[in-house]
């Protein structure tokens, strides 16, 4: 089982619809979260990290469930320019390792 | 603009021959990772160090494979030989210890 996991999609909605992505991770000791964006030959990108209590910016919501080892994303109101790929980040609470998942691939059509 | 420069950017080799990519780590930041993308296994986690300090490289390929930190403005990743099977993507990325990082522009590698 891999250390974080996520659908990779591709995920293809429609301009100005609310869109998800889960993120699961097996090591229950992790302490910090984050989201990723990946553009099409581009390096990841820092979008968000992910709070306990849950954050927003903007259009984007971030969650976190400890008990049940589960992120999640969500994107309100999508724009053609949220077309990328996500990717869910988990840091272990020793050595600051940062796990990748392998991504979800999100289409945003008009 | 700070940012984690890798070089070089894209490099084409033979099968055998030595590689080296390097990285400059943003100034003052801690931490230095090594990631490798391909579209089969996504980004797998090669080497990382904290302070310049080697913490953990199982992720990388001992027998070919070597990650150093000579000083705390260049970290090198090293390939010898390299094979076909290498050729992906490698990241570098930098940050401070606890927090996220930030990655450079890659080096796309291709072994023939």
């Known amino acids: 089982r891999k250390e974080v996991e996520q659908d990779p999609g591709p995920f293809n909605v429609p301009e100005g619809a609310t869109v998800a992505f889960n993120c699961t991770y097996s090591?229950?000791?992790?302490?910090?979260f984050f989201w990723y964006r990946q553009d099409c030959r581009k390096e990841p990108k820092l979008l968000m990290s992910?709070?306990?209590s849950g954050n927003e910016d903007g259009r984007f919501t971030a969650q976190l469930n400890r008990a049940s080892q589960y992120i999640s994303l969500l994107i309100r109101d999508s724009k053609l320019s949220d077309s990328a790929t996500y990717l869910c980040?988990?840091?272990?609470?020793?050595?600051?390792?940062?796990?990748f998942g392998t991504g979800t691939r999100l289409q945003v059509t008009l | 603009d700070a940012r984690v420069t890798q070089t070089p950017r894209d490099k084409v080799t033979e099968m055998g021959q030595e590689v080296t990519m390097r990285c400059q780590p943003i100034?003052?930041?801690?931490?230095v990772f090594w990631y490798r993308q391909t579209m089969m296994q996504g980004l797998e986690l090669l080497a990382y160090?904290?302070?310049?300090?080697?913490?953990?490289d199982s992720g990388m390929p001992k027998d070919r494979f070597s990650a150093e930190m000579p000083d705390a403005t260049l970290a090198t990743l090293k390939i010898q030989p390299s094979e076909p099977r290498d050729s992906a993507v490698y990241f570098c990325?930098?940050?401070?210890?606890?927090?996220?990082?930030?990655f450079g522009q890659g080096t796309r590698l291709t072994v023939v």
């Open positions: 992910v709070y306990s």
């Open positions: 090591n229950s000791a992790s302490q910090s």
């Open positions: 160090f904290r302070n310049r300090a080697p913490l953990d």
């Open positions: 980040v988990v840091r272990d609470g020793t050595a600051s390792k940062l796990t």
């Open positions: 990325a930098s940050g401070l210890s606890g927090a996220s990082a930030f």
């Open positions: 100034l003052g930041h801690n931490t």
